[in-house]
């Protein structure tokens, strides 16, 4: 098993839902967060004064899934996700070495399955 774990902005979290349902990714968890990447922030005028914004606003959307599954859920969200401009964001995939669904105490595959 794999937590694919996928920093992207958020415009761009309603069509990367779509896409991975489409695709009967069965569950993700979202979470908005801030940071940045090569960017390092942005500057911005408010009130005729300029200030710079060094944590920007982006999306973590994590997903456990088999590990047939993980180039599918990744080619996914890279092709939705991608704007062609900086601060798109990143995908990680990182080992997953237990889960349990707390309902029913189904382990492993079958707690991240439907």
Same mark, same amino acid.
């Given at each position: 098993? #794999? ?12 069509? =990367?839902? *779509? ?13 908005? =967060?801030?940071?940045? /990447?090569?960017?390092? /922030? ?17 999306? #973590? ?23 062609? #401009?900086?601060? *798109?964001? #990143?995908?990680? =995939? ?21």
């Amino acid at each position: 098993m #794999k937590l694919i774990t996928a920093i992207i902005k958020p415009a761009k979290l309603d069509e =990367v839902v *779509d896409a991975l349902r489409a695709q009967a990714v069965t569950g993700m968890t979202v979470t908005e =967060v801030k940071g940045y /990447g090569r960017q390092k /922030g942005q500057t911005e005028v408010y009130r005729g004064q300029e200030y710079t914004i060094h944590l920007l606003p982006k999306v #973590k959307v994590e997903v456990a899934a088999d590990e047939g599954q993980v180039a599918m859920i990744v080619d996914t969200i890279q092709q939705v996700a991608n704007t062609g #401009k900086i601060g *798109d964001g #990143k995908i990680f =995939v990182m080992d997953l070495e237990q889960a349990v669904r707390i309902r029913t105490g189904e382990t492993d595959a079958n707690a991240i399955s439907s």
